[in-house]
């Protein structure tokens, strides 16, 4: 953090603050017991910076909570309606806790209390938890706190639910004979593995048909994923969506594909929601025996623990066919003494 350096016969010291560098002479001479002066100068001087109370370190003026929360949102102002919805509502369930109290006032004991004031399930805390921590992180990182007091909860595992072929097949007969444009963005779901964000953001210029690859502009990342353009799916692209400029899609907002639920209701059907399409996509690949590492290249998740522990459903009777196999050529390939002893050691 600081450094002594000698310069002609004087002895300097160079610091640095907020990724800005200052240098001081200390007007002593370069010899032995004034290295040692120098030395405690140094260790004063990081302890100044450390502790925010060196002259050079501007001084903050202790914020209110809302306008605190103001400055955060506007560097979120890229991010997707659902995630700023997200950051709102976790955001107007602790103020309407705590107030519009100075951040610094918020500390553990506040945490706490608020915590026990919500009367909601464990995963919906925990994305409260999770959303302020990020807010009051953003604070933290601004030194209008020291310390974030929102500690990470645990997310209760949830089941994983993917539609099965058959339902599948009949939601996409259903909306092909009601409505071609409600059945082509379905299907292209399906094919895909798209977020819905996604789906309603792409456009027939993000598909290269000559390198047969579909550009994915993601927000949640702030990135551009790329995506096989493979045969099916371009036949599909092809014969369903005669048009190449634009929208590929209709829809401007998620609400606008509510259809989805209407259509799975009327038909007596589970209710299954756009994103668990994402999952039946990527479960699918998975179940197919598509190499793990493929598998969270395809559905663009930055760590494969991600799509490993939230995205894939494990086909059991995939799994028993198998088992039967291996089990079958085991006993065929055991002479009948040591299949004997097999059975009987159980």
Same mark, same amino acid.
């Given at each position: 953090?600081?450094?002594? #350096?000698?310069? %002609? ?9 907020? &990724?800005?560098?200052?240098? =001081?002479?200390? %007007?002593?001479e ?7 002066? *120098? @030395?405690?100068?140094? *260790?004063?001087?990081?302890? =100044? ?10 001084? /903050? @003026? ?6 605190? #929360? ?6 979120? *102002? ?20 705590? &107030? ?7 500390? =553990?004991?506040? /945490? $706490? %209390? ?5 009367n909601?399930?464990? $995963?919906?805390?925990e994305?409260? +938890? ?8 953003? #604070? ?36 092909k ?21 996604e ?10 048909y ?25 036949? #599909? ?8 400029? %634009? ?14 639920r209407? =259509?799975?209701?009327?038909? &007596? ?18 179940? *197919?025996?598509?190499?793990a +590492? ?6 663009r ?19 028993s066919?198998?088992?039967? $196999? ?21």
């Open positions: 953090m600081a450094r002594i #350096f000698v310069r %002609g016969k004087t002895i300097w010291i160079t610091y640095s603050i907020k &990724g800005k560098r200052y240098r =001081e002479s200390l %007007g002593m370069a010899n032995r017991e004034n290295m040692k002066l *120098a @030395r405690r100068v140094k *260790a004063l001087k990081e302890a =100044e910076i450390i502790n925010g109370i060196h002259r050079d370190i501007k001084k /903050v @003026r202790p914020k209110l909570l809302k306008s605190c #929360f103001d400055e955060f949102m506007l560097t979120r *102002a890229e991010r997707s309606d659902p995630t700023k919805q997200l950051y709102e509502y976790a955001y107007k369930k602790l103020e309407n806790y705590t &107030g519009n109290l100075l951040v610094t006032e918020i500390d =553990e004991e506040i /945490v $706490n %209390g608020f915590e026990r004031s919500i909601l399930s464990k $995963n919906t805390v994305i409260i +938890f999770r959303h302020l921590r990020i807010i009051f992180e953003y #604070f933290r990182s601004k030194k209008y706190i020291e310390m974030n007091p929102f500690p990470a909860k645990e997310k209760s595992p949830k089941k994983i639910k993917v539609m099965s072929e058959d339902e599948l097949n009949l939601i996409l007969r259903v909306l004979n009601k409505n071609e444009e409600q059945y082509r963005a379905i299907k292209l779901l399906l094919m895909t593995g798209l977020r819905i964000s789906l309603i953001r792409l456009k027939h210029e993000d598909i290269d000559k390198r047969n690859i579909i550009y994915i502009s993601n927000s949640k990342g702030k990135r551009v994923d790329a995506f096989p353009l493979y045969y099916k799916l371009r036949e #599909f692209l092809l014969t369903e969506f005669p048009t190449r400029s %634009g929208k590929v899609v209709k829809y401007k907002r998620r609400d606008s594909l509510k259809f989805f209407r =259509e799975l209701e009327k038909l &007596g059907m589970e209710k299954y929601t756009l994103h668990e399409i994402r999952k039946t996509f990527i479960s699918t690949l998975a179940n *197919a025996g598509m190499y +590492f493929d598998v969270q290249k395809l559905a998740h930055k760590d494969i623990r991600t799509t490993q522990k939230s995205y894939i459903e494990i086909d059991y009777n995939r799994l066919s198998q088992l039967n $196999n291996v089990i079958k050529d085991t006993i065929k390939d055991t002479t009948p003494e040591k299949s004997l002893k097999l059975v009987q050691n159980g």
